[in-house]
């Protein structure tokens, strides 16, 4: 077996049901669930009858690159999205089976483990994805920690250089999980100076990129980063978008990858023989769905009520910042962060996450440490009774507010 797969650690959700195990929920309360980011909105009627019109579909094996149509519907949203020049849908664009697979895939092609020393970076709170990628492609995890005092932007000055210069890949997830920041375009210009001094290939997670509060300023994509800064072949970079959370489809696994049409074509070729083509059914809904935005729009609707009124219930109590994007909240914790989340759910029967069983410590801290992630998927009337159930719970542990390292501030200065 590989050996590598021995470094793997439980998920964040193994971890959080080992630590609930050990206490009894308040049965009087209906459960309420806010530690998976799983969507739970509707999944829109037209999605499903266009994946049910083409079941015919079934009778014939996909192409690994998908058909013309879908990547055309790809390449015309990422343009429209991202206020971009032609995207080519036969270079520049594969669709994918969500962006969990293309994200844990893209390691696999891109690490070369037979240089010396190879390292892949990722955010630090992170998808434990981009971990588990690099060490089963044979790399070193290193870590950018996310911290509150710089409104959680990534600080690349943490790593010297002899750590980039092994630099292979590069994850960043904007807007974050679970901190909902969004990467700047002066962020983006350091990173793109950095890959361009060593070479290393960078994967920009957006999977949350269509979940924002302000119908007038959308989230910066990295190709739009790339694009303005005059890097309109999208050197070493590739983009990685999902339908889960835009459209509600999580059970499609629908996704895509766009960027650097080079190292998509080296990519496509490992896809060949990894043998993850999207079902014909799949693909059809896809494309419906990529070519609808009233679907989109009405769904950050629901979210921008739901955080509305969660946040209004918690700010009198604690610090909730609004995130920037995406549907987390990111709250310190008045006490140790596994021992809030096993007496919110022992008294109030309410499911959250440890910010410490996202994170890894690196440079002797871990950056989750005290912090709470709370989805906020559920229906709104949902997600208001757990609000005031968590302000509850605040307020037995918490004197004031409280506003260490300057979280509040700063993060609500980053709003946009």
Not at 49 to 73: H, Q, V
Request: charge should be neutral.
């Amino acid at each position: 077996m590989n050996p590598n797969l021995t470094r793997l650690q439980p998920y964040p959700f193994q971890k959080l049901a080992a630590l609930l195990s050990e206490v009894k929920a308040n049965a009087s309360l209906r459960p309420i669930n806010l530690s998976i980011g799983e969507p739970k909105h509707a999944t829109p009627q037209f999605i499903r009858e266009a994946l049910s019109a083409k079941l015919d579909g079934l009778s014939s094996y996909p192409a690994t690159a998908g058909s013309e149509t879908l990547r055309a519907a790809i390449a015309a949203w990422i343009e429209r999205r991202y206020r971009l020049p032609r995207i080519d849908p036969v270079k520049q664009v594969l669709p994918v089976n969500g962006s969990r697979e293309a994200l844990f895939a893209f390691a696999q092609a891109v690490v070369n483990a037979s240089r010396e020393g190879p390292v892949v970076v990722a955010p630090n709170p992170f998808y434990q994805i981009y971990e588990g990628a690099a060490l089963l492609a044979g790399a070193e995890p290193q870590f950018l920690n996310i911290l509150p005092h710089n409104r959680f932007a990534l600080d690349f000055g943490q790593l010297p250089e002899s750590v980039w210069s092994r630099t292979q890949l590069v994850y960043v997830c904007s807007p974050g999980n679970p901190t909902g920041s969004v990467m700047t375009l002066e962020e983006w210009q350091t990173l793109f100076d950095l890959s361009d001094r060593h070479g290393f290939v960078i994967a920009s997670d957006e999977c949350y990129s269509e979940i924002y509060f302000d119908e007038g300023h959308a989230p910066l994509g990295g190709l739009e980063a790339a694009h303005r800064l005059g890097r309109g072949q999208f050197p070493r970079l590739v983009a990685f978008g999902s339908l889960s959370k835009r459209s509600n489809v999580p059970g499609m696994r629908s996704g895509y990858v766009a960027g650097d049409a080079d190292i998509l074509a080296k990519f496509l070729l490992y896809r060949t023989y990894h043998g993850c083509a999207m079902s014909p059914a799949v693909q059809a809904a896809s494309t419906a769905a990529w070519q609808d935005e009233e679907h989109v729009r009405d769904n950050r609707r629901l979210y921008r009520e739901k955080f509305q009124k969660a946040v209004a219930l918690l700010a009198e109590v604690t610090d909730a910042p609004m995130p920037q994007a995406a549907f987390y909240l990111w709250l310190r914790t008045p006490i140790a962060d596994t021992e809030f989340a096993k007496r919110l759910f022992e008294q109030y029967n309410v499911s959250v996450v440890p910010g410490s069983f996202l994170a890894r410590e690196a440079r002797g801290v871990n950056p989750g440490a005290n912090f709470v992630r709370i989805a906020l998927v559920a229906p709104v009337e949902e997600c208001v009774e757990a609000a005031q159930r968590l302000a509850e719970f605040f307020s037995q542990h918490s004197q004031g507010k409280n506003r260490n390292d300057g979280f509040a501030v700063g993060h609500r200065e980053g709003l946009r």
